[in-house]
């Protein structure tokens, strides 16, 4: 099975330029047989795609939830966790690196960088925390080592780094445009239907194949160093964010503090 591992829709990403149905539709016309949905702190998409997953638009194709989660530290990481899971907390950007990657463990779940040599405060291994500690890696389950959006030179360190850390490697178009859609794909075997499949063929350290196109008409690429100014707005916006929600996440981690003791 074919699947495009980062994908963000109208429906859960205020950039997504794209609705799910036709995110789904575009896919099928190019061999795609499933798709992570990864919005940016969001499963709104897929809560649109569970009320309406009889629609023909749906039919014979694997929706998978996931989310892209913007650390306060280590930039942007791709959350996967089981399909019976409902934690809130994943939707309260914020945390830092270390304690998402305790939470999404202790729920039975995987992760992993996305484009994780990529744009500064968004990647992980342009964050001062990648820095202080390049063996945090090892904590992770997966990489993106294959991003549309990315260049050439970035997607050949994060596979170089997958390699060295033993990490599966997902290929994903990281499309918000129309355009975008469907320039890189993951390879898995046709058993996986459910995020659980998912998770254990990941824990399993089997091979994953990936790879695809370069799309060239991403925000950088047409206002070239005026693309710094997005950067630290991004920065100062993740910050205000974080600390927006500081007290809904800190009053859904004493939950969890509590589940974990009983």
């Known amino acids: 099975m074919r699947f ?54 749906f039919r014979d194709f694997t929706i998978l939830k996931g989310i892209e989660y913007d650390t306060i530290d280590a930039g942007h990481i791709l959350v996967i966790l089981p399909e019976y899971t409902k934690l809130p907390l994943m939707e309260l950007r914020g945390l830092p690196v270390t304690a998402l990657i305790e939470v999404v463990h202790f729920y039975g779940g995987i992760l992993g960088p996305a484009h994780p040599c990529g744009e500064k405060y968004l990647s992980f291994c342009r964050s001062r925390r990648y820095r202080k500690n390049h063996d945090i890696l090892k904590n992770f389950d997966f990489m993106e080592t294959f991003n549309a959006c990315e260049s050439p030179a970035t997607n050949k360190r994060a ?8 990490l599966p490697g997902f290929g994903g178009s990281d499309a918000h445009k129309p ?53 630290y707005s991004f920065w100062f916006y993740n910050k205000a964010a974080g600390l927006f929600r500081y007290y809904k996440r800190r009053l859904a981690i004493s939950a969890l503090r509590h589940a974990k003791k009983a």
């Open 179 to 231: 355009d975008c859609i469907g320039l890189a794909y993951t390879d898995l075997p046709d058993s996986v239907q459910t995020e659980s499949d998912l998770i254990r063929y990941v824990k399993s350290k089997q091979p994953v194949r990936c790879g695809g196109c370069y799309y060239t008409h991403t925000t950088k690429d047409k206002i070239g160093f005026l693309n710094n100014v997005l950067v």
């Open 4 to 57: 495009d591992m980062h994908c963000h829709t109208k429906e859960g990403s205020l950039d997504g330029k794209v609705r799910l149905a036709d995110f789904v539709e575009q896919l099928k016309s190019r061999g795609y047989q499933g798709m992570l949905v990864t919005d940016h702190n969001s499963y709104n998409a897929y809560r649109y795609y569970k009320k309406h997953k009889d629609d023909p638009a």
């Open 159 to 166: 596979a170089e780094l997958a390699e060295k850390y033993d």
